[in-house]
């Protein structure tokens, strides 16, 4: 079980949240064709390496928010606001 | 018998003064405080004690501890039966009952062992070839029969077990010398530091030689504050150093424990830093008939003569490739056992000279065993010229060389390094937040170890780098080498039946990677996890497929390390604490009228109020009834119920919902069927507009949780610049329905104010109003089809209004209604209900809503996904009202509709039938393929092997014009 940190509550047991995937996903406008919109909601790139994903902490303030998430070890390099860019980015 | 008690003073652990009496298949026998199950019954000169997995052979004692894949034992009686328990491991009780696992009728004569007779025709992927016609099914409750461990008990485990969550700096897994060193080191450096010990004692593999540096540093380890935690083993590392152990807390099998006590505790223990001190597992060589019971590891004998005063044997040959064996000889002869002679399958080498009172046959090794239930001797060949020697024995101990237990290291994903001079792997630097010290770490020299282990424990306690491992001290032995492959089977994994020939097979029929070989063999998959047959393995395969133990690779060590219970891992969250239930806020007033209380997802909730001897379906066709015709009350509380407020509320649950709640005037209501992204029913219910900026939204009760789950996912992550807030408020308000052509009539009679009259208040809309001096939110709307009102008031009050209005029940020839009453009204009305009637494909269109899609300008989550070509397939599933063409048969639920009988492509499904009391006849909804062009069609329900005639019926069923509403 991992421990990730919550920007509100801080460092907690991973069965306080639940995680919600991929994160930075557009979601496409009404008109987009069938395959954007296929593409938005099934397929994901699956990296062994950093993944960018949200969570939420469902058991404790409520509040989503992003992270930066190494598939491998678990190493969490960020922690950051659902509206903020991803880490890196300028 | 051969196996004895040895004389006092030997036995460090017994305590002579004090005798234990138990059971043992059903015969009554003596041992002493301070044993355990195996010891005692070497004792008394048992060492049959099992019988094999598969073939059913006569099995033994293999080993001394955590490791032993043989002597499992089922123990204690009625619900305290525990199956598969180690007897290495099992401390005697006064009165303790245990059962050989895996034979019947007996051990002795066990009439499974036929199918090792037929041995020939059971090798590796046997089942895997034999039974697959028709189909595995068929054959698998009598494989499982006959190939099962212990049985289970059939009563609830009456015990309790409990979890606890710990941080430390250091955690130390293992409580022999280098555990105990590291420790000391940690916490003298300052860090708090926790040492966890899975056995009774200290010390580890010196626990029982009452070793001064064991003593000195367990002392010091007490006076620094470090938190020992003895009969704890730890089972697994997780994620972010979490290590989960298991504290033994009262013996299995004991006869005078009380009705009920705490059997084991769950550590969650969060390490900043672990260290593993675990030791290491001694390794068997492998000759035909290695299984035999009177075959054991030696270091296990050593140990049960010294520690318990157990000679396992009278004349022992010891199979060795190794040095450690000599030592383990010198000692037993010293404690009476005669030595008939080492068999080493090394040339002659220093070790032997240091040993001159005993036989050395060098250069040779075991070619076969005799006697079928026990040991009685053994015939030894050289290895050069193969001549062979016939010697009598009743004890062989075999002693491969030792394999450091890097279990835990594997686990936090350390990697593996192999020592080609020694067959043994060992860990390759540290793991991630893992340090091994001792012999896991591949350090066997004593000095070399206790002073490693006290760098790293300082060295991690301040955050510094570990110094690396001095490997080496196991002593010279050669890597284990396999006998030509005779007609005599060689056990590698003894606890699965799994033989060298096994692993040929796999390797004949290109199993390469050992975790292939792992599956197809079953090796190291019984319940000792392959702790004294993994390597023997993967040396095997690597031998057949012409590579080294290094290239073969281990297989990845999962948690957990020893067997769990299911019982400690569920902890607390059993029986009524499992899955706790809600009540209504009016519960005890409802038990007391009469409420048949049933569980409805999260709530426990009145079913039904039947009278007399009533049956729950007969009282429901009552209550359903007097609705239609009178009035009923229902307590509706468990509806989902939010409030979301702020300027850009209306635009936010224009997104949310197919409906438009935008347009909506103050006071007013809509029926909204709220989607997921790819176009599927999540939810429906009502909101009404209390303001401007304020809604009222009604969820379902099973809905309610990812409503607002889904309104915070889109707040937050997508619609992230809208002003909105959204409160739950299910448990603040109650629901009080009343519903029925007189409910108007009941409310006035407490004294509704008359601008809640059907006159004054339209169908689907909501008042605020006062009564007896509380708010109300005065909802109308139905989901019985009849004039209804949703009376919304502070939970609390609940009671008080179910008891003004019941007080008229009487006059106006009302009643209660629970659930049942509500589903039949609302199959009749033929009302949707979310997760019964829908599944996750169904589409708004799908149950009928396919205008209200087209009439909608503003965007909503999902609409996208409505228009696929998928979603427009004429074919789909399609919401109808079936009914049965005799009039009398009731449609079963989930009954397939289809021309023939299965198998054959369903058209689609019953989702919810009932009987109705309006109608007289069977009623149901169902989903069925094109379903809506299909009006007055003939279809068969098939289920079970019946079949039923029926004609699809466009719902509702009753009062299509949809008047009775309006009172």
Known sequence: MMQLTCPWCGLRDENEFVCGGTTHITRPELAASDASWGAYLFFRDNPKGVHLERWRHVYGCGQWFNLARHTVTHEVSAVYAMTDPPPGSA | MTSRRLAAPAGTWIDRSHEVSFSFNGRQLYGFKGDTLASALLANGVRLVGRSFKLHRPRGIWSCGVEEPSALVDVGRGARRTPNVRAT????????????????????????????????????????????????????PAIRRMAGLGRAPKQADADHYEEMSAQTEVLVVGGGLAGLAAAVAAARSGARTMLLAGGAHLGGALAWRADPEVAALSSAARQLGVQVRLHTLAF?????????????????????????????????????????????????????????????????????????????????????????????????????VEIVAIVDRREAGAANERHQGLRVISAAALTAVHGTRSVRGCTVAQLEDGRRERLNCDLILNSGGYAPAVHLHSQAGGKLRCLGESAMFVPDGVAPGLVSVGACAGVFARAAAVSHAAEVGSALARGGAPPPA????????????????????????????VTSADVMLAARENYRSVEHLKRYTTTGMGTDQGKTSNINALVLMGEYTGQAPAQVGTTRFRPPFAPVTLGVIAGRRVGALYRPLKRLPAHDWHVAHGALLETFGDWYRPAAYP?????????????????????????????????????????????????????????QARYGLLLNENGTLVDDGIVARLSEQRYWVNTTTAGFDRTLAAFEEWLQCEFVDFKVVVTPVTSRWANITVAGPRAWEWLAKVGFEPAL??????????????????????LRASFSGELGYEVNLPAAEAETLLTRLWAHARELGAVLYGIEALQVLRVEKGYIHIGTDTDGTTLPADVGFARGIEKKAAPFVGRRSLSRPASRDPKRLQLVGLTPLDGRTLLPVGGQIAPKPPPALTEGHVTSSYLSPELGIPIALAMLSGGSQRIGEQVRVHHLGRSVAARVAKPPFVDPAGERVHG
């Open chain 2, 89 to 140: 491991l099992l401390a005697l009780e006064e009165g303790l009952v245990a059962e050989s696992v895996n034979c019947w009728p007996s051990v002795r004569f066990d009439l499974g062992a036929v199918t090792g007779a037929f041995a020939a025709l059971l090798p590796a992927g046997f089942y895997y070839k034999t039974f697959k016609w028709p189909n595995w099914h068929l054959f698998e």
């Open chain 2, 236 to 336: 697994g590392i997780y994620d972010h150093n979490l290590v989960c152990a298991c504290e033994s807390l009262s013996s299995e099998g004991a006869a005078d424990l009380p009705a009920c006590v705490l059997r084991e505790r769950l550590w969650k223990i969060r390490a900043r830093t672990v260290i593993a001190a675990t030791g290491a597992f001694e390794q068997p060589l492998l000759f035909p008939d290695n299984d035999r019971p009177g075959v054991m590891l030696a270091g296990a004998a050593h140990e049960y003569a010294q520690a318990y005063g157990v000679a396992c044997g009278a004349r022992a040959v010891v199979a060795a490739n190794s040095d450690g064996a000599y030592e383990v000889a010198a000692a037993l002869k010293d404690a009476g």
């Open chain 2, 470 to 497: 001095p490997v080496g001290g196991a002593g010279r032995s050669a890597a284990i080498t396999r006998l030509p492959d005779g007609r005599t089977r060689q056990f590698v994994d003894l606890q699965n039946d």
């Open chain 2, 611 to 667: 009278l007399g001897a009533e049956t729950l379906r007969a009282a429901a066709q009552r209550e359903a009834h007097t609705v239609r015709k009178c009035a009923g009350l229902l307590d509706g509380s468990p509806l989902g119920k939010l409030e979301v407020f702020g300027p850009d509320a209306a635009r936010f649950l224009d997104l949310m919902y197919v409906g438009t709640m935008s347009t909506l005037r103050i006071g």
């Open chain 2, 757 to 778: 009259a059907p006159a004054a208040m339209a169908h689907m809309s909501l008042r605020e109003s006062v009564w007896d001096g509380m708010p109300l939110r005065v």
